[in-house]
């Protein structure tokens, strides 16, 4: 394996001290979804909250069989979502999931029996193959973070939604929600700076979709008139250190851009540390989550 980091347009720019374009970061994701597939479904799925339910759970909690009848997963990924929707909600309710990434549509495609979501490869900017007003409750599970611009992808989800719909969106919560997460954050944030020194000023995404109160204005603006609200949550994982810090890295993307070397360097930091603090019981990672959930007038 060659020790080399990844760089692609959007590190390049970061490193040279400006801003990314919305081209650079959609090259940049693709690229990361294309090395590492299902990534976030194998961290995310090992996480529980209190109540023992995964982020997807609590999200597809969101959804009302008895009226929803059109369900579109935006940036659907692998598909977990909607292979949780399509084992929970009666066979009749229509899937539709949209990703912008070739490698995860194909896990999703792999894991939902033939015919049974209709999957299309598209960005969230642009959803030209759904029709306005003909989706019912519209999920999007972990992806809002991402996007940038983020205006269009509002428009788009309000524009397809019937009146009376509802959008719910899972997206990180605030840091100090879940103990230990900080620290988390900022060893690993520390490696990938050692690097690009930028990393972190700037992020993947638009920036407001990580505050709960600026979430709350978005959402405000992009659908008039509707009801919004924001819950806040906590899921975590535990077991040995190593397997942990591995699994807890999957959730910052920043992680992906070291070198295999200083990965490694960058994980054993991390088991040290989930080790140090276990007080009693195994080593646990806490994740921050935010369920953002607009319901239409
Ligand atoms: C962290 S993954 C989440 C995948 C899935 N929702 C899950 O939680 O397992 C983010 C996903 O968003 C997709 N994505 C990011 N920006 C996008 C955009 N502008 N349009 C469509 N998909 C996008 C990526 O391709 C990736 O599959």
Not at 158 to 168: C, D, K, T, W
Not at 254 to 271: E, G, H, N, S
């Amino acid at each position: 394996m060659t020790d080399v980091p990844l760089r692609t347009d959007w590190t390049d720019t970061l490193a040279r001290g400006a801003a990314p374009d919305a081209e650079a970061l959609r090259a940049h994701l693709r690229t990361i979804h294309h090395d590492h597939a299902g990534f976030t479904e194998s961290c995310a799925m090992r996480c529980h909250d209190a109540e023992g339910r995964t982020s997807y759970a609590w999200l597809a909690e969101a959804v009302e069989p008895d009226r929803h009848r059109v369900l579109l997963d935006l940036a659907c990924g692998s598909g977990p979502l909607l292979h949780l929707c399509h084992a929970t909600f009666p066979a009749e309710m229509r899937l539709i999931g949209v990703d912008m990434s070739p490698d995860e549509l194909a896990l999703a495609r792999a894991r939902l029996p033939v015919g049974r979501a209709q999957l299309t490869e598209a960005q969230a900017q642009r959803l030209d193959a759904i029709g306005d007003g003909s989706v019912d409750v519209a999920l999007c599970h972990w992806a809002l973070t991402l996007m940038d611009p983020l205006a269009p992808v509002l428009e788009e989800v309000a524009r397809v939604l019937a009146p009376g719909g509802r959008f719910a969106a899972l997206v990180d919560g605030p840091a100090e929600a879940a103990p230990g997460y900080a620290a988390v954050h900022d060893l690993i944030y520390g490696h990938v700076q050692a690097e690009l020194p930028a990393y972190g000023t700037v992020d993947l995404g638009d920036p407001r979709v990580r505050s709960s109160a600026d979430l709350v204005e978005l959402a405000r603006a992009a659908f008039p008139g509707a009801s919004v609200r924001v819950e806040t949550g906590v899921v975590a994982m535990s077991g040995p250190a190593e397997t942990l810090a591995q699994e807890a890295a999957g959730f910052f993307y920043a992680a992906f851009v070291l070198a295999p070397a200083a990965r490694l360097r960058m994980l054993a930091d991390l088991a040290g540390l989930l080790s140090d603090r276990a007080v009693a019981g195994p080593p646990t990672f806490a994740m921050p989550i935010n369920r953002l959930v607009v319901d239409l007038a």
